[in-house]
């Protein structure tokens, strides 16, 4: 009986056109992405290898996401093909077992679904095979790579899968269960993909967390020739959940009955006695034939309430009120731990609970949006009810009205979901500013329009395709495809395909959610966002005209006849609505074109800038070596128009000589985002303008001798903003400009650096001089702006009334004038070259030398900047003399503008996120975020300003890394060592982590400016160690030594080079080898205590010490000799923890304490110094012999 | 009152001609329409009820041509369908609730009267609350003529509705049907001859997408009279029989003797022995004779 069943379902998917589709798509996708990308992949070190094991992993779980939703086409419609045919009445009738009835039916599907999942890893491997592939990025045929993927990961989760969708599908005898089923198990992985811990890792259903658990560190290096990691961890997991989907099986087989109806125990209505008469004193009421409405008036409410029926039917139903409930959680989860600034969570604001991942919600989103949508339009003709309903006498339009609607409805509960569950969120982190209003807005206006517009293709789809799961597919792929428009632009060379007017719903620049500032609000991407959504609602209106076109109703057989249907339904005002937005459409798409090619614009797509990159160098790199004046003093009146959001900068800028030289050619590289008028005071002859670049040569009539200098006056002001681009750094509060835009001398050193893209430009290999340390011709140049020394500084800042105008220097004069407030600021002696204006509305609380200036709302953190700024100043001023500044001025600026902190002068401009950090009160015990931005700002009073690093290489090792290390310092003095600790060691993880993902790592001595995770990350946490393995008081005075010899100094300036030589002289020979280690090499560890066991009086402990040097890609090597030296903690039965001085071979090591009290647990390293690979083994529990 | 249809005729793409050259007039009253399985009885009833369009041919109902017009036709109709389903979850007061917006019923309070009307016109007041979906046949198949009065119809037409009910059922359904097909034009198509006896006024008979007869029931009685006639014979003998008369039916009656009936325009004599005509002989015999 098996057999037969067996082949006749064999034979029927034989026969169906599902499989042939699905195995075609995916055969395609995967085929073309492997034979892209690995013709793509240009070698070298940062080459990936594409079908390297991890990379494979990458991709099989990418379109994993995608396969699952075909198995509730195959396996679901297995059993479901017999109930919605009705064969099932005679079939079950027939002497056919159960269990072979259903065995055969779920191998046979299973056996379809292989060869369609067979698809992805056969079109990859072909794609590997293909002419035009880089050979270099494909290693070898890998089929054994193949073979384990599908084993472990692959498989069992379709298993898995395939074995809810055949429980559900057979249990309730409905498809669509089949796919809500795969829309939770979708987001129940989501959900746990937010808790990266081994424990959850059992739960995943699809081992995603493990299998991330085990990766996330890897470098290149490891990603490309690493096998995949299977371990006892993973194992568990896939027996857990083969032995799941099992058991699973094995209840579904036994609970499957082989009757008609679902379920036998639900209540069916009595048949009633019957009354064979009618009641004769039945009389009809009033007749009603002339009552009948069909007025515009009564459509809009039979629409309306008709679609809170359907809606009820949806939300009423227990699947969507499980996926509800799961949503839910999945977004409180979202909401609370999100955007954390180093480890430090953001307070709840309304703003940040609307900043969930709309990227994950929107595919959840529009998944209900598809298959409600089907289920809605389909209703009828499923539950066979058409005939009732198509002869009412009702045109199509209310029918489809009334579904959309309730689809509209039912996106209102989901988005409601967000709401709820951001106000619980506030509300139980006891954060009252709930902002309700600002909720509704983003929520149910400018959220909603989206998905209401996916809601009109889900209509037209629908209408269109007769099968609704084929339609739902169709549908699923539609938002992937135009997401991957850009992509298959570059990719294909095809430029038109990059046109936003094309890329269906979606907005240049806002694809996941708004950025929202509590000062200005969404800016000015809300009007660019408004106008997009306003041309893609046309199109979508035009879908919706379309499916009222298309509204299958009746009966028709003919595509003729079909084809007649539509054109009788495009007669009349429905023709006429639809050719008049069509037209609509056609206008607004071509005005939305035109604008963005034509107006005065100001952003620069990526291809632009590219070209600007290749540009600048090849026509302007042959005066990178000139030498140019510096700017020495600058004069400057900034007028602020936060209404009109203009600005309009007026003044004199000084320029010397610095250097024993003379100049007589002139580079002056301007602004690219606004309109600049130069005007060289300095006689000289303009030779050359190039506007695509924004250079200016000029000859000067008499060259410049040492000292001399040049004078000129610049005029500078924003192109006027238009609907879609914003041409103007100012905001409507919390303007935030930066010095960037005053002319700069000499060539600018932004030059293309991907292999790929310098070949692209015909750019030959890296021609540019690298700034090397070592280079004594660049150490006359500090960072941006490529100054040499300070400068003096005077600004005149003007604002509209209600706002604060803040500049680096001393407040000399404010006041009114004309209706504008105006603030007079001049720097009290020379000054490092930072320039920057702010103006907003503040409230301010000053301590000491140190003013706050923040948002009205956002005192939370004012007093730990205001703490820890004054603490670092205490420390800096221990060690290494006063601060320059009689006043700091703290100033908080919006989110949209970045999320850093910096130094302008004596003005510390903090981004609003430092500000919305949530630090327990009440504990404060924890890391504080803010507390230490502000110790680092002030760090820099020393360390970036007294010291200025030359702008080569590693110098950002004198400046950001030393202001890590104080702060830390400032940290651990304030809230003691188990906090730094906790600290390090985040800082550790974050640091193998991004190692992980770049290709480019140096050593410290040579990291570059962009390289924020060695400068910042790796500088504090070596600087650290340094400080802590020779001790705290001679480091610092080594420090204090270099500051002494480099303070002000006059070029050649600091150099990472000569920073290591002032430590290595503070440093015992004996530890020499630490700062090679350190600073020099990319050194990891990973070393592991094997055993610890205490007899009467002696502490047995066996290390294994292990070294390594890695290079860029993260390739590594151990260091065979070694004697290093090593802190371990030896922690009694009250958590007393001694620390004694261990030196390590390599290999294993035996060492002995004499101990006398009683030791419980042993830690290598435990104050979480080094870079330790593996800190799992570094810790031990004493056994006792 | 009057719906007109003049020279429809319906082709399926498989060959199978479903209406050929259809002509009929009818007016108030309960009409029958009586055929064979796969007649074109449905075919045409569904082309009347404007959920599929015929090859060619009109249909007008008042004078208005209702193939352009259809809306005008839905507004005054009632139609129910052969098979039909329900939703699922929904009790049968809120399904004609639903119906009845859709039927154009704007005004609450007057949909909850019809409402109400219909569910106690078809007994269905105390089940009213249940799902439908949870219904026995016989009354799934009156909440299909409950839904279809919602509207007050001029057109009724109902599609085979007796098939499958049990005897009792059968009954009270037509009952109903005769309580509200007084004053409008009423279509019933059946293939079971003794609901035409019982409830229809006029009445056609068609086979093969023609309408093959069209009379009223006692017309079609007068026109057979003396014509039928019985006779007792040997099974084995019927074939012979058959050659040289037209036989309607054959009823065993013991042993293997069986009780034959036969049209004859002429006068036989014994053992031939006349019988009483009824409306079966007269549809027995248009199908066989393609017309009396």
Redesign the interface.
Known sequence: MFKIIFTEELRFWKGNFLPYVFFTFLFIVCFMSMWGMASEEISGPGMTIQNSEWRLYELLTFLQQLIIFFVPAIIGHSVYRDFSSGIHKLLYAYPIGKYNYLLAKFASAFIVLLIIAAAMGLGLFIGSLMPGVNPDAIDGLGMGRYLKLYLWILLPNLILVSAVVFALVSQWRNLYLGFIGVIILFVLTKILGAFPFHAIGYLDPFAEVLSNLQTRYWTLTEKNFNAFPVDTNLLVNRIIWILGSITLMIYTFRKFRLHHFTDLSKKRTQSQKINVSVKSDLRPPSAIRHELSFSIKDQFHTIWRLSNIDFKSIITSWPFIILLLIGFIMVHIQQRGMAPQHGVPILPTTAEMLRIPMFIFSGIFNLLTFLYSGLLIFRDRQSQMSGLIDTTPQPNHVFLLTKWLAVLKMQWVLLSIILIAGISVQISEEFYQIDLAHYLFELFILQFIHFAIWACVAMFIHSLIPNMYVSFIILLLIPVAVLMMPTAAEMLDLPWLGESVLHFNLVPDIYVGFTYSDFNGYGSMLSTYVVYKAYWALGALILLCLANVIWKRGRTFTMRERLQNRRRNVRGTQGLLLMGFFLLYLSMGGWVYHQEHHRSRTFYTQDEEDQIYAENEKRYAQYMGMVQPRLAAAHLNMDIYPDTRDFHLKGNLTYVNKVDQEIDTILVGTSFKDSVVIDMKTPATLLHKDHQIKYALYVLDQPLCAGDSLQMTIDIQNHPNTLFHDNSRVNTNGTFITGQIIPTLGVRHAFLKNADKRKKYGLQDRTVKELLPSDPALLGYEFFPNNMGRIEYETVITTSEDQIGLSMGDLIDSGERNGRRYFHYKSNGPIKNSISWISGKYDMKSEGLIDVYHHPDHHFNVDYLIEGAQMSMAYCEQWFGPLQHEKLRMVEFPLTEGSYASLNGNMIPISEVKMLCDIDHEKNSEYNHPFFVAAHEIAHYWWGHKVDPANVKGGQLVSEGLAEYISKRVVEQRYGQEVIRKHREKEQNMYFEIRGQKADEVPLNMANLDQQYLNYVKGGLCLTLLSEYIGEVRFNQALAKFEKTYRYKAPPFATSLVFLDTLRNAVPDSLHYLVEDLFETITLYDHSIKSAVRTDKWLEVIVQARKYRSDAQGRRQEVNEFKDYIRIGLVDANGVEKIEWICLDQGLNTIKFKVDSEIVQVVIDPDILFLDIDRADNIIMVQRR | MELAIKDLEKI??NGTKALAEVNLTIGVGMFGLLGPNGAGKSTLM?TI?????PDKGTISFNNIDILKNE?SL????G?L?Q????????SAR?LLD??A???????KS?RK??VN?CL??T?LS??AH??VS???G??KQRF?IA?LLL????LIIVDEPTAGLDP??R??FL??L??IGRNCIVIFSTHIVEDIKQLCTDMAIMNEGLILERCKPEEALKRIKHKIYVVDIEESKVPALKEKHVVLSTKFVKNDRVSVRIFSEHQLSPPFAQASANLEDFYFITLKKGHV
């Open positions: 399926y793409p569904r009820a404007t959920l599929q369009k809306m839905r507004k005054r109709l139609y369908p098979e039909f389903g329900v939703y699922p979850r929904m809120n639903y119906l917006q859709l039927k154009g019923v704007a005004s007057r009267e019809w009307y106690e016109l007994n105390d089940v249940q799902k949870g219904y026995s016989g009354m299909g839904q509207n007050d119809p001029q009792e059922e009954q009270r009952n109903v005769r309580a």
